[in-house]
Structure formats: structure tokens, C-alpha cells
């Protein structure tokens, strides 16, 4: 098994013819012609037609003209009515249905802004356009959260909104609001904790890029000061926040920031993160593959210890399924890295005897707290290993090595 050199983590798309109409055939001769009557040549050679017969005749024909007339018109009705009522349709959806979804979006609803007021904002990461909008008017930003996101549309900005904290002043046109907020905030303190960080080492972080001193930030950074706003912290062990201080870059507006204000970002960020892992299935998966009884504290705890063996993310799952093997025989974990955290350096052969709390050489099970904070690929690992019969590995910058006995185990360095 590898041993951990130091405490810096490594690097984490138409028309149908007529039928009648032949060629060469004559034109077919309406039955309603209003042109002159004509009688047969027969008839014509032995009487004549009455001044009043063809007075009647013509009558007759212009009356039926006039009715079919009327009948041709008359058939358009219908078509006119239903012409009239699909448009009263379309005025009804968007008189009444629109407004309905936009007042959804909080579209109706307008405030008065009071300028010259001083308000903080902050944008989760992967927030949408809607809950800007919520947040802006909650601040008293913005006067009308439609008003504001028919402005973000237009200007095509829903995509290039970024997260972080920002500090606006009420009463700013909501232009140069939304010229900030796809800029990206600007921040008077940024803080980056890499992957594999321990507590001790984030408190030092925060002393040289916040000012605050590390023994004041160490103080703070206890589970009981934060359990009644996150849950996840119940299983704690220690009172403890090793492990849950979650890696990332954080920015603050100010640069009197606090350590409680530090602290709840990152534990904000771990919540964000792990969000999608359903843990209480895990466990069960766990206990039912292995045989092994665990807690989240747990998991968090095996990837911490993932993070600091691992070299690369596609080495953790299987780093995971040897702990779990070892754990469900009850083999020690024999992890260097878990003494290298309580020791605070590299470990010696000598050291692998010693008693300590945190040497899985000579303690079975996992440590009695995380030893670093882990990334969300080691905590995936954690809460999913691979189905391996792996007991052993050998891991260096250049080659990883998996066994399933110490022999082949032996033969890999």
C-alpha cells in the first residue's frame, strides 16, 4: 500500500382536374343559365310563346340564381363562426393563461426600492435564472421579477450568470445588476482548499488569505456549533468538523469576514455536493454486500482516507472495494496515511507499531474521524465501491497495481 509523502493532496449536441373536363368535350351548360330562352326549331314552326310564359320563365331563373346565390354564401357561416371562436381562443390563452404563468414566476407581484442600501447576495452554484430573481427581490434589488428576467432573456445572460457572493447598493438599474452577476463577483478575500486538506491545514489557509488567526478558526470549527443547521453533521464523532469543510474556491465581498461565515460556506458546499447521493441506500447496499454496519460519518470517513491514497479518480472505486473486503474479514486497514494525519509527517517502520487511536496497522476499523477533507469523487467511492476480490494495492504517480493475495500483492513492487 502506498505511503502518502506529506499532506498536499495530489491533483484533483392540390388540386384534383375535374373529371368532366376532357379533352376536345364540350363545355357543359349550366342548368341555371339566365340567357335568352330558346324554344326548339320544332316548336317554334307551329306556335309561338306567349309575351307571358317567357316573362315567367325569365323570372323563374333570375329568382334561382338569387337562391343560389344566397346558398353559396350561406355555406360560409359556419366557417366564419369557427373562424371567431378559435380566435377567442387565442385571446383567451393569452389574457388568462400567460399572465397566470408569469404571476408563477412572481410576475405580478411589484416593490418599492429604497436606494443607497448596502445588500448581500449569494448565488449557488448552477442557480438558475428564477432564483436570482428571488434572491435580487428578497434583497429589495429589484422591483419586479419578471421585469428582470424578461431582461436576462433579451440579453441572452440566463447562461453566463455565475455563482459566488456579490455586494450590490439598492437602487442600481438591474442592467449593471446583470452586467455583474455575468461578470462574476468581486471579492476582497478568496480562499482555495484543495482536495485532501485537513482541518489544520484549512485554518492556516484562512489565517494567511483572511486574517483570522488559525487557533480562532480551529475553536469555531466545531460540529456542535453547526448541527442544528446541518443535518448531516449528526453522526459526528469528536465534535469534529474534519472532513466537512468541503474543497473548493470560496469568495467573500468583504474582507471582514468571519470564520463562522467561512465555515458555513463550506458547509454549505458540502451539502450542494453531495446532494445527489443517496446515502440511506448506500449504507444498506454496504451492509448487505459486505456485511458491514456503517453511518455517512463512516463513508465521509473512508473517503477521506480514499483521498489521500488515491492518485487518480479512476482508482478510488476499487481503493474502496479492498477497504470494504478487509473490513467485512476483519483484516486492518494498514493505510499509511491514516498515521501520517496524527503523526503530522511521514511515517517510519517504526512507527507502524505504535499505539495511536488513528494507525490501522494496529487498530481495526476506520479512524475515529476523517483525516482530510475529500473530494466528491472519493465520497462517490465511499458510498459505491466496485465489486472487486481485491485485498491489496500498490500505488505510485506512474503505476497502480490491484491484488487478490499477498504473493501477487508482493510481486507488484
Known amino acids: 500500500m502506498a505511503t502518502t509523502d506529506g499532506r498536499t493532496p495530489r491533483g484533483s449536441h392540390f388540386g384534383t382536374p375535374d373529371a368532366s373536363a376532357r379533352p376536345g368535350s364540350a363545355p357543359a351548360q349550366s342548368p341555371l343559365s339566365t340567357g335568352n330562352v330558346t324554344a326548339p326549331q320544332s316548336a317554334l314552326s307551329g306556335s309561338r310563346v306567349s309575351s307571358r310564359t317567357a316573362a315567367a320563365t325569365r323570372r323563374a331563373g333570375a329568382h334561382g340564381v338569387q337562391r343560389d346565390e344566397h346558398a353559396r354564401h350561406g355555406s360560409r357561416a359556419p366557417y366564419f363562426a369557427l373562424a371567431f371562436v378559435a380566435i377567442a381562443l387565442v385571446l383567451g390563452v393569452v389574457l ?17 426600492i429604497t436606494p443607497g442600501t448596502t445588500v448581500t447576495i449569494t448565488v449557488p452554484e448552477g442557480a438558475g435564472a428564477s432564483v436570482v430573481a428571488d434572491a435580487l427581490f428578497d434583497g429589495g434589488l429589484i422591483a419586479n421579477k419578471s421585469e428582470f428576467l424578461n431582461e436576462v432573456r433579451r440579453t441572452n445572460a440566463e447562461s453566463s450568470l455565475k455563482s459566488g457572493t456579490y455586494e450590490f447598493v439598492t437602487g442600481i438599474d ?15 478575500v478568496t480562499i482555495t482548499v484543495p482536495e485532501g486538506y485537513t482541518l489544520s491545514d484549512i485554518a492556516a489557509l484562512v489565517e494567511e488569505k483572511a486574517g483570522i488567526p488559525a487557533e480562532d478558526f480551529l475553536a469555531q470549527a466545531k460540529a456542535s456549533n453547526y448541527v442544528a443547521d446541518y443535518a448531516f453533521l449528526s453522526d ?34 458540502f451539502e450542494t455536493e453531495v446532494a445527489s447521493i443517496d446515502f440511506d441506500a448506500c449504507i444498506a447496499s454496504i451492509q448487505e454486500r459486505y456485511g458491514v454496519t456503517v453511518n455517512e460519518d463512516d463513508i465521509i470517513t473512508m473517503a477521506s482516507i480514499i483521498e489521500r491514497e488515491a492518485a487518480s479518480d479512476d482508482q478510488r472505486a476499487d481503493i474502496a472495494s479492498v477497504f470494504y473486503n478487509r473490513l467485512e474479514i476483519g483484516m486492518m486497514l494498514q493505510s499509511d496515511a491514516t498515521l501520517v494525519y496524527s503523526l503530522g509527517r511521514n511515517v517510519t517502520a517504526d512507527d507502524l507499531k505504535v499505539d495511536d487511536p488513528y494507525n490501522t496497522y494496529t487498530r481495526e476499523g476506520l479512524t475515529p474521524t ?6 466528491l469523487p472519493s465520497i462517490q467511492a465511499a458510498a459505491n465501491p466496485s465489486e472487486t476480490t481485491y485485498l491489496y494495492f500498490y500505488i505510485t504517480p506512474d503505476t497502480a497495481q490491484f491484488s487478490e493475495t499477498y504473493d501477487e500483492h508482493m510481486q507488484s513492487w
Open 96 to 112: 388568462v393563461l400567460v399572465p397566470a404563468l408569469t404571476a408563477g414566476e412572481g410576475g405580478g407581484e411589484t416593490q418599492t
Open 174 to 188: 438591474q442592467s449593471d445588476i446583470i452586467t455583474q452577476l455575468t461578470t462574476g463577483p468581486v471579492m476582497a
Open 236 to 269: 459526528v464523532s469528536d465534535d469534529s468538523l474534519e472532513g466537512y469543510l468541503f474543497p473548493k474556491t470560496y469568495g467573500f465581498p468583504t474582507s471582514d469576514v468571519t470564520a463562522d461565515e467561512i465555515i458555513r460556506a463550506m458547509l454549505d458546499q
Open 370 to 375: 476523517p483525516i482530510c477533507s475529500p473530494g
